[in-house]
């Protein structure tokens, strides 16, 4: 199993629909959570950030993380065309909890149409 | 600012060939890796640093080695090239010794579509 599960869709919704976007992880040790956002033929970008659980918002976007469930999501208000993209989320321990804590590890991403 | 480059953007290689992927950044920052991306594997990190001289392995180590002599820069080898290793390859660098939110956010290159033969 992988340590960050995450469908890879495609997930294709008409234009002001309210878009949910969720990752399940087994490692309980995790404590940062990040969405990214990728453009085809382009780098990630951050979208989002929540350490440890609960929400966190941001104009049309709410980022989720029940760490008693290992269940991230990212909810994606009145949805645009702009926001077709590949949505990746990461996450990472803290410094110095053991292995793989420097680093982040990635769910397979979730691409996203938006049809106007 | 430059933010991160990367190069060269396209590159196709003979099987056994080798050749240096070259990452540079201007942000100052610590932390610097490499992903590569495959379709339905997501991104996998190959190797990483967290400050001049120091590099670990990550998840997909095999047939790369890395080097980190400068803060600057971080150049990713294929030591043989392989047709498993056709992909597209990320460089990423973020300020602290490990990336996370705002502050310590992974800053992405726009990537080198590497096609080996």
């Known amino acids: 199993q992988k340590e960050v599960e995450q469908d890879p869709g495609p997930l294709s919704v008409p234009e002001g629909a309210i878009v949910s976007l969720n990752c399940t992880y087994s490692?309980?040790?995790?404590?940062?959570f990040m969405w990214y956002r990728q453009y085809s033929r382009k780098g990630p970008e951050l979208l989002m950030y929540?350490?440890?659980?609960g929400n966190k918002e941001d104009g049309r976007f709410t980022a989720q993380v029940d760490k008693s469930s290992k269940y991230i999501s990212l909810f994606i208000r009145d949805s645009q065309p702009s926001d077709s993209a590949t949505y990746l989320c990461?996450?990472?321990?803290?410094?110095?909890?053991?292995?793989?804590?420097?680093?982040?590890?990635f769910g397979k991403g979730t691409k996203l149409s938006v049809i106007p | 600012n430059a933010g991160v480059t990367q190069t060269p953007k396209f590159q196709v290689l003979k099987t056994g060939q080798s050749m240096t992927l070259q990452c540079a950044q201007d942000?100052?920052?610590?932390?610097m890796s490499w992903y590569r991306q495959d379709p339905g594997m997501g991104l996998r990190l190959i190797h990483y640093?967290?400050?001049?001289?120091?590099?670990d392995q990550g998840e997909v180590p095999n047939g790369y080695n890395v080097s980190r002599s400068t803060t600057e820069d971080f150049p990713l080898r294929l030591l043989s090239a392989a047709p498993s290793q056709t992909s597209v390859y990320f460089c990423?660098?973020?300020?602290?010794?490990?990336?996370?939110?705002?502050?310590?956010?992974?800053?992405f290159g726009s990537g080198t579509q590497l096609s080996v033969l």
């Open positions: 990423a660098s973020s300020r602290g010794r490990a990336p996370s939110g705002t502050n310590e956010k992974l800053f």
């Open positions: 490692n309980s040790a995790f404590q940062y």
């Open positions: 929540t350490y440890s659980s």
């Open positions: 990461a996450m990472r321990g803290a410094l110095y909890s053991g292995a793989g804590s420097y680093q982040l590890t």
């Open positions: 942000m100052n920052h610590e932390y």
């Open positions: 640093s967290v400050g001049a001289g120091i590099t």
